[in-house]
């Protein structure tokens, strides 16, 4: 499946060169009439700008032809060093119809310089680095909520084709698999993913929710678990497994319900299963979910009481 159409892309091979006075204009000036290119002024001798350049270098790359990058040596380039004003470097400018509309100096941080890219393609008018496969993740997310899990899942698949490391796609494709019901597929996946983005929220809550899963396998009869739990109030596993079988008929909020009450009545039960298991199905939930919201507020009320 292809998610992006590279018509208009600039070649890899043109995407970031040296240039001097002599190809100034044309590197720059003309090139950046059809696409932004980011000019990075630097010197062998400045110890930022080894740090910087490839850090450049490498989310130019990632942005696919979003825009373009130069590298100007000031100490061989004194008079373009000159007109720029340049005082201090490493210095970045970015220009668009040529001319340049933004800039810093000294050296930043990866998430900065992301940052500084999409603004300089979003002024130009472009889509911001990023943006096509964050749209093709939420259509594979509304494919899984309306239970097209396989169509799901190999959106997921593509969009990992052309970013490895994208999160929202990584859990996706395992709670793809976990809808599907291959439990151990998606188990397989999450401990694959990169160790960068193993704990990202994306990938807990994948977690969490494959965690669920394999309870809800082995849940008992809620109504038998339930007439265990009225008889007896103080069967604090009666009322734990009830509460694993309630989220698993789906049956989310009166398992959260169950959960709190355990906590209430011993918090230190079985090295604090309650808290651990409401922790789970929190992770599992959107952090804005009503039933993660209410029940964190009612489990630090009982914490703090």
């Known amino acids: 499946m292809e998610l992006l159409?590279?018509?208009?892309?600039?070649?890899?091979?043109?995407?970031?060169?040296?240039?001097?006075?002599?190809?100034f204009m044309a590197d720059v000036v003309e090139a950046s009439q059809t696409v932004p290119v980011i000019v990075d002024f630097w010197a062998p001798w400045c110890g930022p700008c080894k740090t910087l350049g490839p850090a450049l270098e490498a989310a130019v790359t990632a942005a696919k032809g979003a825009v373009k990058m130069v590298k100007i040596n000031v100490d061989e380039n004194q008079m373009i060093a000159g007109q720029m004003r340049i005082q201090s470097i490493p210095?970045?400018?970015?220009?668009?119809?040529?001319?340049?509309?933004?800039?810093?100096?000294?050296?930043?941080?990866?998430?900065?310089?992301?940052?500084?890219?999409?603004?300089?393609?979003?002024?130009?008018?472009?889509?911001?680095?990023?943006?096509?496969?964050?749209?093709?993740?939420?259509?594979?997310?509304?494919?899984?909520?309306?239970?097209?899990?396989?169509?799901?899942?190999?959106?997921?698949?593509?969009?990992?084709?052309?970013?490895p490391d994208h999160p929202g796609a990584y859990g996706g494709l395992v709670r793809a698999?976990?809808?599907?019901?291959?439990?151990?597929?998606a188990e397989a996946i999450l401990n694959g993913a990169p160790a960068e983005i193993s704990t990202k929220p994306e990938l807990e809550a994948a977690h969490a929710q494959l965690e669920l899963a394999r309870q809800a396998a082995n849940a008992g009869p809620v109504a038998e678990l339930a007439a265990a739990v009225?008889?007896?109030?103080?069967?604090?596993q009666a009322r734990?497994?009830?509460?694993?079988?309630?989220?698993?008929?789906g049956q989310t909020e009166q398992a959260v319900a169950e959960l709190l009450d355990l906590f209430r009545r011993d918090r230190e039960w079985n090295d604090g299963a309650a808290k651990t298991q409401l922790f789970t199905i929190f992770d599992a939930l959107k952090p804005n979910d009503p039933i993660v919201l209410n029940g964190r507020r009612k489990l630090s009320s009982l914490i703090f009481a």
Request: aromatic fraction near 6%.
């Open 5 to 23: 159409n590279g018509a208009g892309a600039v070649p890899a091979a043109d995407l970031i060169k040296d240039t001097n006075e002599a190809t």
């Open 91 to 163: 210095t970045v400018y970015a220009f668009h119809k040529g001319q340049p509309v933004d800039g810093f100096q000294g050296a930043l941080p990866a998430s900065e310089i992301k940052g500084f890219i999409d603004r300089v393609v979003a002024a130009a008018g472009g889509e911001a680095p990023g943006a096509a496969l964050d749209e093709a993740v939420a259509a594979a997310e509304e494919m899984l909520e309306q239970g097209a899990a396989a169509d799901a899942a190999e959106t997921f698949a593509a969009i990992l084709g052309e970013e």
């Open 177 to 185: 698999h976990i809808a599907m019901g291959d439990l151990d597929q």
């Open 230 to 236: 009225e008889a007896d109030p103080a069967n604090h």
């Open 240 to 249: 734990f497994d009830l509460a694993k079988a309630l989220h698993a008929a």
